[in-house]
């Protein structure tokens, strides 16, 4: 074999490897799949939606925090913990998202030090109330190792004024 050959079939041996070697998850931590779920309401994309995925069974993929936020497009990537992927397992989905008038001048004031009390602020949920809650939300999905994809509904477009607390 060739001196330049030889060269060339180890750096790509080695590229095969690191590529191969992510990063170490924590003690106990369960496999993890790579997962895009795709979030619509209405049949639209639901960008900039909360999504979290909780366990049915926790004994199985324990306690490690799952999801992200949706882009433009309605689509969010899974992580756990920080980590790519997401756990074989059922689980419920939480969704949240809001709008809301006068939040982002309220601490733009405080970071100023200048008066914000008189600032109103309202904030809207975008989502039906059982969909923020684990117990009652509707939406349960499986991920199996073969799981890649998953499109899940956001229920009917709501606009429920929510109280804003500071």
């Known amino acids: 074999m060739h001196t330049k050959h030889f060269i060339s ?14 990063p170490q998850l924590p003690d106990g931590m369960p496999r993890l799949y790579p997962v895009t779920i795709t979030v619509t309401q209405e049949g639209q994309p639901f960008p900039e939606a909360l999504v979290s995925l909780r366990s049915v069974d926790t004994a199985a993929t324990g306690t490690w925090t799952i999801g992200g936020r949706t882009g433009a497009d309605g689509t969010v990537e899974l992580y756990t913990s920080g980590f790519r992927g997401a756990p074989v397992g059922t689980f419920r989905v939480v969704l949240f998202r809001e709008d809301n008038v006068g939040l982002a001048e309220r601490e733009a004031a405080a ?40 499109t899940i509904d956001a229920g009917p477009a709501v606009r429920i004024e929510r109280p804003f607390v500071p």
């Open 9 to 22: 079939l180890s750096l790509i041996a080695s590229f095969v490897l690191f590529v191969g070697c992510g």
């Open 111 to 150: 970071l100023r030090g200048d008066p914000f009390e008189g600032i109103v602020v309202r904030i809207w949920s975008l989502v039906q109330e059982e969909y923020n809650h684990p117990d009652r939300t509707p939406i349960e999905i499986e991920i199996t190792p073969d799981t890649r994809t998953l």
